[in-house]
C-alpha cells in the first residue's frame, strides 16, 4: 500500500548534540519529498523539498535533508539542535501521476531538546 | 506580504451543529486546501480547489462541503457535527493546482462538544 511512514513517533536530543529524523515512503514512481515543522498549536512551516537533482538538499533553519533511492527514504539531519527547534516534524509527499494536488502526510515525530 | 489567514482561530460548537472556516490564500496563489489534523496524527487532505472548481477530495463524508471564491477565498463548510469532527483545520494555498510548495495558514481549533 502507499504511505509515508515516520518510525519514530518522540525523539529527544540534548541541545548541541546532532539530528536525524527518518522518513520512509512506499510508492511505485518517487514522488515529490518535503518536510514540514509546526510549532505547539500552529500550523506548517516548509523546511525543504525534493523534487529532482542534487540528493542533499538544503533548507531553512540549518536543515537538510537526504535522499536515498534505494532505501526510498528521505531523512532529515541537523548538525547543531537548539532549543527552538523542539517541535512536530512531519514529513509528506505529492504522487507522481493522479492530481498531484494533495500532500500525504507521515504521522510526525515530535522533538524534545533537552538543555 | 499577507500569507495564509483563516478565520476564527478557535471556535466550540455544540454537536449537530454546522460550522464554516474561511481561508485567504497568498495573493496570486489559485489553489486552496483543505486538511483536518486531529490531535497527535499528521494532516489529512479533505479538500483542493483551483481556479474556483474542486479539483480534488479525500476520504471524508459528504458532511463536509467547501468552495471557492472569485478572489480565491475558500470556506470550508461541516454539518451535523460529531464529537470525531474536532480537530485542527488548516487551510494550505499554492500557486497551482500541482503542488510543488504549499503554505499553510495557523488553523483554526474546532472543538465540538
Known amino acids: 500500500a502507499q504511505s509515508v511512514t515516520q518510525p519514530d513517533i518522540h525523539i529527544t536530543v540534548s541541545e548541541g548534540a546532532s539530528l536525524e529524523l527518518r522518513c520512509n515512503y512506499s510508492?511505485?514512481?518517487?514522488?515529490?519529498l518535503f518536510w514540514y515543522v509546526q510549532s505547539p498549536g500552529q500550523g506548517l512551516q516548509l523546511l525543504l523539498k525534493?523534487?529532482?537533482?542534487?540528493?542533499l538538499v538544503q533548507g531553512i533553519k540549518g536543515f537538510e535533508a537526504e535522499f536515498k533511492r534505494s532505501q526510498s527514504s528521505f531523512n532529515l539531519r541537523k548538525p547543531s539542535v537548539h532549543w527552538s527547534d523542539a517541535a512536530e516534524y512531519f514529513c509528506?509527499?505529492?504522487?507522481?501521476?493522479?492530481?498531484?494536488?494533495?500532500?500525504?502526510f507521515g504521522k510526525g515525530t515530535k522533538l524534545s531538546v533537552k538543555p | 506580504d499577507a500569507g495564509v489567514t483563516q478565520s476564527p482561530t478557535h471556535l466550540i460548537k455544540t454537536r449537530g451543529q454546522q460550522v464554516t472556516l474561511r481561508c485567504s490564500p497568498i495573493?496570486?496563489?489559485?489553489?486552496v486546501s483543505w486538511y483536518q489534523q486531529v490531535l497527535g496524527q499528521g494532516p489529512q487532505f479533505i479538500f483542493q480547489?483551483?481556479?474556483?472548481?474542486?479539483?480534488g477530495r479525500g476520504n471524508f463524508p459528504d458532511r463536509f462541503s467547501a468552495r471557492q471564491f472569485p478572489n480565491y477565498s475558500s470556506e470550508l463548510n461541516v454539518n451535523a457535527l460529531l464529537l470525531g469532527d474536532s480537530a485542527l483545520y488548516l487551510c494550505?494555498?499554492?500557486?497551482?493546482?500541482?503542488?510543488?510548495?504549499?503554505?499553510f495558514g495557523q488553523g483554526t481549533r474546532l472543538t465540538v462538544v
Open positions: 494550505a494555498s499554492s500557486l497551482a493546482g500541482i503542488v510543488t510548495e504549499a503554505f
Open positions: 510508492y511505485g514512481a518517487t514522488p515529490y
Open positions: 525534493y523534487f529532482s537533482g542534487d540528493t
Open positions: 509528506a509527499v505529492v504522487p507522481r501521476g493522479g492530481s498531484q494536488g494533495n500532500l500525504i
Open positions: 495573493s496570486g496563489h489559485k489553489s
Open positions: 480547489y483551483y481556479e474556483k472548481e474542486e479539483r
